[in-house]
């Protein structure tokens, strides 16, 4: 089971890019690399998911270096909108395979 | 298209008391998701089912939760008797197969509080 590891919190200003790194050091062959975005009271919604490299869409982009042991996601030019909570999700094929850590609180000040 | 429906919103239970939470995925998704997301924590996955039969239940506390996907696409999820620990955001969630490379779509969520 990949355990994934990542800041607490972050504080940004309106505007700049935020880039929030998450550690899995245990990945396995198979798994995949997810990022969520959390507003409160509200689930989970997907920004973007990878395999290696970079994956980049409309919102974010996803850099996975060539160990894959570690991922960071990218978001630029943030927003006051884009103060949520960001979860790293590493999943396999197979039971027992998803695990959301505590996730990165990002606090996007004006 | 519709997302992920779930009913109630919120539930408040004493303890020792019984409680029933409702899904209803996105059609066609043939994968559903039950997640207990306690406060200041992230989503911890109870159960995954693949259209009816069960993926992974290694974290569902079998004594007293229970789950169950008929025909393949509603899913309730019932704990029995609670406990004061339970309290938490219930999230259900689909995806269009499994999640090593589909997206999962979750619904609002049951804050559920046992006192």
């Known amino acids: 089971l990949a355990k994934t590891t990542q800041p607490i919190s972050m504080d940004s200003y309106e505007g700049q890019e935020v880039n929030i790194t998450c550690s899995h050091n245990?990945?396995?062959?198979?798994?995949?690399i997810t990022w969520y975005q959390q507003f409160p009271s509200q689930g989970p919604r997907f920004i973007i998911q990878?395999?290696?490299t970079k994956v980049t869409n409309e919102v974010a982009s996803l850099f996975i270096p060539a160990d894959r042991k570690s991922s960071t996601l990218s978001l630029p030019r943030v927003s006051l909108s884009d103060t949520a909570v960001y979860y790293c999700?590493?999943?396999?094929?197979?039971?027992?395979?998803?695990?959301f850590g505590t996730g990165t609180r990002l606090t996007v000040i004006p | 298209e519709a997302g992920v429906a779930q009913s109630p919103r919120y539930k408040i239970i004493e303890k020792r008391q019984s409680v029933a939470f409702w899904c209803n995925p996105i059609?066609?998704?043939?994968?559903l998701y039950w997640y207990q997301q306690i406060l200041g924590q992230g989503p911890k996955l109870l159960i995954q089912?693949?259209?009816?039969?069960?993926?992974?239940d290694s974290q569902l506390p079998k004594d007293r939760f229970s789950a169950e996907r008929l025909k393949g696409v509603d899913s309730t999820l019932k704990i029995q008797p609670a406990k004061l620990e339970d309290s938490a955001v219930y999230l259900c969630?689909?995806?269009?197969?499994?999640?090593?490379?589909?997206?999962?779509?979750f619904g609002p969520g049951t804050r559920l509080t046992v006192t």
């Open positions: 089912f693949q259209n009816n039969g069960v993926v992974d």
């Open positions: 969630a689909s995806s269009l197969w499994d999640a090593l490379e589909y997206e999962q779509y």
């Open positions: 245990n990945i396995a062959t198979n798994d995949y």
């Open positions: 999700l590493v999943s396999g094929p197979g039971a027992n395979n998803l695990f």
């Open positions: 990878g395999y290696k």
């Open positions: 059609s066609g998704h043939a994968t």
